[in-house]
């Protein structure tokens, strides 16, 4: 089955077919004027499931996301923090790279930053000048959108539509109220840099196709942003890469992920409802997050929701709970030669080769169907608890772990851990079992070893008590006919 997108720009999904060997997929970046929140992590873990699973079906992906480290909110950020706006970008860059490394977010290929690109920026305005798809004004330059019949065809608005809310700000000399800065002169204090029009800095739509053209080219496969860039900006992108191209085609797909909302609002900077990613993490764990955050479709609208993120910590507990249950049953079945071959082992053995088989084809039909991670999950979750069975039975009669049982869950473990890496979880063992709680292990097993003499002795009010006590702290224990295991949930 091929890979289906959802196309913005027609409304519906098609069949990726990116024009080269290496997929050409922009990202816009942030605006470095706060921590990253919540909803930042839900585009760019959005971003990094779908790069995931194209170099996991043999696609090369060349993933550039740019830093927009100029701009009126970041001169704001600089006043706020007594700093300067250079510094405060550096500030929230760093913030965001610690935060994303956090949730197991692959580092783009390239990382343009606005600043770096002035040159190029000021020779893409002016090819738009000469062009007359832009004109100056006092030191700024604006784009002519009536110049562009085209203009509105990503988001369906019209400049008849557009022209009734319109309105041209104080200081502002535009031709037409929809026309949009390209380069805006300089206030005092303010950072600029020295163009044939005035010292200024360029406006935020052109540092997204200038650093598109220098970067990937003039036609690029994948652009991605949330939908609240849609318009003006990514609109307004189209309008002036197409119009310096000579109308080649810009983007053959645009991906746009839902809005994450507090309430009835969407999350933002702007309206102070926002939760910041280092929060979560702190409070949560970074991987807790991470499925909080694949559990959702990645055009869906999503809600912020502390209940949500309480499921995804459970979800995640039975993920983990298999990648240990692989550890032990591996050790066990690896200790025991097989005394031949026997139907019971056979049959467990065959049961891990069949669910992983099942759980990879419909991991693979949900991420081909635009990339539909609530559906991937359940697949992998179908694997987990098959290998949890596994561990049940075994647990029950441990003759069945021989060496007749290792190749279906080698098979399996392999599955499973394809799987999880192409959502970006981080399941490894060490993980898996990672240490929630303030106790040693010395001072967990002295209290196993009390628990087991209270039930000897009967005394299952006071095993009980210690069970309980132990699963505050994040510790599970499990009754085995080999004995009694625990390992830190």
């Keep these: 089955m091929p890979v289906e997108l959802f196309n913005t720009l027609t409304g519906r999904k098609e069949v990726f077919r990116p024009a080269g060997d290496v997929v050409s997929m922009y990202v816009c970046g942030l605006t470095p004027k706060n921590h990253p929140h919540i909803g930042h992590a839900w585009l760019f873990v959005s971003v990094d499931v779908m ?4 170099e996991f079906s ?48 692959l580092r783009p290929t390239v990382t343009p930053y606005a600043t770096r690109f002035i040159p190029q920026i000021v020779r893409m305005i002016g090819e738009l000048i000469a062009q007359g798809y832009a004109y100056q004004a006092d ?7 009536t110049r562009f019949p085209e203009y509105g065809k990503l988001s369906g608005n019209t400049l008849e539509r557009l022209a009734a809310g319109a309105r041209v700000e104080v200081g502002e000399h535009k031709e037409n109220p929809n026309d949009f800065a390209l380069w ?20 935020w739509h052109i540092e997204c196709s200038t650093m598109i053209r220098e970067v990937l080219g003039d036609t690029i496969d994948v652009h ?27 983007v053959r797909l645009w991906m746009h992920v839902g809005l994450m909302q507090t309430g009835s609002e969407k999350m933002a900077h ?11 993490i702190g409070e949560f764990g970074a991987d807790v997050l991470r499925m909080y955050l694949v559990s959702e479709h990645y055009r869906t609208p999503v809600t912020f929701s502390i209940e949500y993120i ?61 990339l539909t991670t609530p559906r991937a999950i359940a697949a992998v979750e179908a694997l987990a608890k098959q290998i949890n069975t596994t561990n049940d039975e075994v647990a ?59 039930r000897q002795r009967k005394d299952f009010a006071s095993a009980d008590r210690i069970r309980s006590e132990l699963a505050e702290a994040g510790v599970t224990i499990e009754d085995r006919p080999q004995g009694t295991i625990w390992y830190r949930a």
Aim: charged share 30%; proline share 5%.
């Design 310 to 370: 309480g499921r995804a910590k459970e979800r995640l507990k039975r993920l983990q709970a298999a990648v240990r249950n692989l550890a032990f049953l591996n050790e066990q079945a690896a200790a025991r030669p097989s005394p031949g071959e026997t139907f019971a082992t056979g049959k467990l053995a065959d049961a891990l080769r069949d669910q992983a088989d099942s759980s990879l084809a419909a991991f693979r039909e949900a991420m081909d169907d635009d």
């Design 139 to 145: 030191g700024d330059v604006y784009y002519r959108v």
């Design 396 to 454: 029950h009669d441990p003759s069945l772990a021989t060496e007749e049982l290792l190749p279906g869950l080698h098979y399996a473990g392999d599955v499973f851990g394809q799987l999880c890496r192409v959502l970006g979880l981080d399941l490894s063992l060490e993980k898996a079992g990672a240490e929630t709680s303030g106790l040693t292990d010395d001072v967990i097993q002295d209290k196993v070893n009390e628990r087991n003499a209270a």
């Design 58 to 105: 043999g696609y090369q992906v060349k993933h550039v996301q740019n830093f927009t480290d100029v701009d009126d909110k970041i001169i704001e950020a600089g006043h706020r923090d007594g700093i300067p706006p250079e510094e405060a970008a550096a500030r929230y860059i760093e913030s965001y790279w610690k935060g994303m490394d956090a949730l197991n977010v």
């Design 184 to 203: 805006k002169a300089a206030k005092p204090g303010e950072p600029s840099w020295e163009s044939p029009w005035s010292a200024g800095r360029p406006g």
């Design 270 to 280: 702007s309206l102070g409802n926002f939760v910041t990613i280092h929060d979560m």
């Design 51 to 54: 790069r995931r699973y194209l």
């Design 224 to 250: 991605w942003g949330g939908r609240d860039l849609i318009f003006p900006h990514h609109e307004n992108e189209i309008a002036q890469s197409e119009a310096a191209t000579g109308k080649k085609p810009f």
